[in-house]
């Protein structure tokens, strides 16, 4: 299982499309151990380019504070899954709260 959240300042960006970095994190699901962690730089903003973007990178499970209607269709195309409303957290706290059924999500701060 590999999840993306995209970062600022080393916690979850709000806006998705917009961020400067991906964290890329690898997760062992039998265990939901947390195996790795990679930063990556995200590609200039282009609509319609993350979803395969993500998807090469091996990405499963996006969590992101806001995204739009149509980019959640086009991940769910790729075959990722999308949660959205997380909050301004690390990403290891966030997986983590995830995995065990604890994660709080608010409503979209994205409406495009």
Same mark, same amino acid.
């Given at each position: 299982?590999? #999840?993306? *959240?995209?970062?600022a300042e080393?916690?979850?960006? *709000?806006h998705?499309?917009?961020?400067?970095? #991906?964290? /890329?994190?690898?997760?062992?699901?039998?265990?939901?151990? *947390?195996?790795k962690?990679?930063?990556v730089?995200?590609p200039?903003?282009?609509?319609? /380019? /993350?979803?395969p973007?993500?998807?090469?990178?091996?990405?499963?499970? !996006?969590?992101? @504070? @806001?995204?739009?209607?149509?980019?959640?269709e086009?991940? =769910?195309?790729?075959? !990722?899954r999308?949660?959205?409303?997380?909050?301004?957290?690390?990403?290891?706290?966030? *997986? @983590? =709260?995830f995995?065990?059924?604890? /994660?709080?999500?608010? @409503?979209?701060?994205?409406?495009?």
């Amino acid at each position: 299982m590999r #999840f993306a *959240i995209p970062l600022a300042e080393g916690k979850l960006a *709000i806006h998705f499309g917009h961020c400067a970095t #991906f964290a /890329l994190v690898d997760v062992d699901p039998a265990t939901n151990a *947390i195996l790795k962690r990679e930063d990556v730089a995200a590609p200039p903003h282009q609509p319609g /380019l /993350l979803p395969p973007w993500l998807a090469e990178r091996g990405v499963t499970q !996006i969590l992101a @504070g @806001g995204m739009g209607q149509r980019a959640q269709e086009l991940f =769910a195309g790729q075959g !990722i899954r999308v949660t959205v409303g997380a909050p301004a957290e690390t990403p290891e706290k966030l *997986i @983590g =709260a995830f995995l065990a059924g604890t /994660l709080t999500v608010g @409503g979209n701060a994205c409406d495009h």
